[in-house]
């Protein structure tokens, strides 16, 4: 809990490519400064050694105790698209799935048939559905609005800017959320497009330290309760706002193990069960866990097995009774795991 990152857990999460560096480096100095003491053999067998124990890290990062998997998969939705970028789910207990990627929209019915398609002037990233009926759906610079019933084009927001990236939106009440991950931050916008505010920008004062975002994953989720749950990757921790903007408190450590978050920048991807629980997904090792609301690690919904070898930005969404969906960008599926009997 509010574990903050320190230079120990940073060499931790180097620690298996720089062995490889390490003896790569070295024995470039080696050979520029004239030491012949490593022949060519020597050197083909200290690399395949430290490439070896770098395998063997990952190999075993990638194993995960069969009791801490509590969810297992149940059902698969091949989207069709080349790269899926984003899904959305409507309330119900039979709720349609829209997905989005390369340049369109696709809605799924329970069954997995598509129903309905319209194609997007550009490529989306992501989109969220607002109590107005209306669908947000995120461009890398701006968010286009359509209406639910013919998903005609109401309105195009203003761009951010060329430096913009925008990886996530969530709708709630009168609100919606914007994560922008080239800009560092989330905004606060009425459903009319007016700008209400920001959150996640460093301020010392307030005692926020800033989004550290290294790659464009940056996600935000609403609770029940009007919290604002943002992804902090850079900084292994969730943070969680209130719609001001005031930072409540966070969670969250850098760690391989299991009840951590390990690699340069993670989680890329949140989810609020309807029993405030949080859903966590992870890029360079894809997986998919559960933590309590006060970010205690509670199991594994899915490890690295249950994806692609390219997964990166395992998008997610719950449904009303529990059920996790995840998107598998690159085989562009939407896996859907629900809990153990």
Known sequence: MNRQLGPASRSINISSAAKAGLVVVAIMVAASSGCNELSRSDIRSETADALQTQDDDMRSLREVDPKLINYEQIDVIETGFERATGILLEPGSEPSLWVVG??????????GFCGFQRELSGAPTCLAAG????????FRDHVQVYGYAHFDLLARWESLGPDAYITSLTAHADDLFVA????????????SGELLGKIGQK????????LVVPS?????????????LVTNPGRRRVEIYNKDGELQSHWGKASQEIDGFCGCCNPTDIAVLPDGRVVT??????RVKVYSSDGKFECVVATPD???????????????DGRVFVLDPAAGTVKIFARKQ
């Open 281 to 286: 997904a992870e890029k360079g090792l894809p």
């Open 131 to 138: 109590e107005d009926l209306n669908i947000y759906v995120g």
């Open 216 to 228: 464009p994953h940056l996600d935000v989720a609403v609770s029940k309760d009007g919290m604002v």
């Open 203 to 210: 301020d010392e004062s307030k005692g926020i330290p800033g």
């Open 102 to 111: 390369d340049q369109a929209v696709r809605v799924f019915d329970s069954d």
């Open 180 to 191: 922008d991950a080239g800009g560092r931050v989330v905004l606060r916008y009425n459903k």
């Open 306 to 320: 249950d994806f692609s070898a390219k997964a990166v930005g395992l998008d997610l969404a719950v449904s009303d």
